[in-house]
């Protein structure tokens, strides 16, 4: 392997329901919340974690590639993924199955926690950051929620289907209309791996979008979307050599949807 550059995706994710990504805390107050959102320690402003994302993404794929139990065969070269012991293997069985055990090993790491899988397979290709709130996203919980307050706290009831007995919750969620700002990088070590892995991210991209993010997602949490997506390339020689500066990709669109359904009209080469 060797390295030839970084793919960076950035863009705004947009929350169309309220988000629940859960924090910790050391006990709950009375009259307080049962279950806060996770804030950064500094501003006390809620974020989306890049592990919380980076996993959504990766299961959705899991999904819908049939890595998710009882396919076990499937399992077993998502498992094995590029093993140089078991590439025999993948040749003589389907290499379909293969493919995409190499595409999700590849974008998200190895399954398996075997040392030899993870010494042979590489490194992760994507990186995800931390997502933090845009400036308009502030300046609105500043004019509708007033100052120091960047969360709605939302009032529910378990129901005992026995008993019928209510027990009251609050729950903290990120409101609707928030947005936050992500950045994503996508390594580069085989000429033309990337554009493929990159197809494939987009994928789950549009598959998160008809699902939920965070917490709570069959109740109506945790719907968002993806926007203002902009692509740019950073070559090894945007590292070290002065006054080299990343090419642009021009997209066919600004959304998942949009790019992945004109995924061959990317100019990759500008």
């Not at 998502?78 to 012991?85: M, V």
Request: glycine share 10%.
């Amino acid at each position: 392997m060797e390295f030839k550059g970084k793919y960076v995706l950035k863009g705004k994710i947009k929350c169309l329901t309220g988000l629940h990504i859960g924090g910790t805390t050391e006990g709950v107050e009375i009259g307080g919340v049962d279950k806060p959102v996770i804030k950064d320690p500094l501003t006390e402003e809620p974020y989306i974690p890049g592990s919380s994302l980076k996993g959504k993404l990766r299961s959705l794929l899991e999904w819908i590639f049939g890595f998710i139990k009882p396919h076990e065969k499937h399992r077993e070269a998502y498992l094995a993924y590029d093993c140089r012991e078991l590439r025999e293997e993948r040749e003589k069985s389907d290499t379909s199955e293969w493919d995409k055990a190499y595409t999700l090993g590849g974008l998200f790491g190895p399954a398996s926690d075997d040392s030899k899988v993870r010494k042979t397979a590489g490194p992760t290709r994507l990186t995800i950051r931390d997502s933090f709130p845009t400036q308009g996203t502030k300046e609105m919980w500043q004019q509708w929620l007033g100052d120091g307050i960047h969360t709605e706290i939302k009032a529910e009831n378990i129901i005992n289907r026995v008993t019928s007995e209510a027990t009251p919750r609050s729950i903290e969620r990120v409101p609707k209309g928030s947005e936050f700002e992500f950045t994503m990088f996508l390594d580069e070590y085989k000429d033309g791996e990337s554009k493929e892995l990159f197809k494939h991210l987009l994928l789950a991209m549009c598959l998160l979008e008809n699902s939920s993010l965070g917490g709570s997602g069959s109740r109506g949490y945790g719907e968002v979307c993806f926007e203002d997506l902009k692509l740019e390339w950073r070559c090894v020689e945007n590292y070290y050599k002065k006054g080299e500066k990343p090419k642009p990709i021009t997209l066919p669109g600004a959304t998942p949807r949009e790019i992945f359904e004109k995924f061959d009209q990317i100019k990759w080469e500008q």
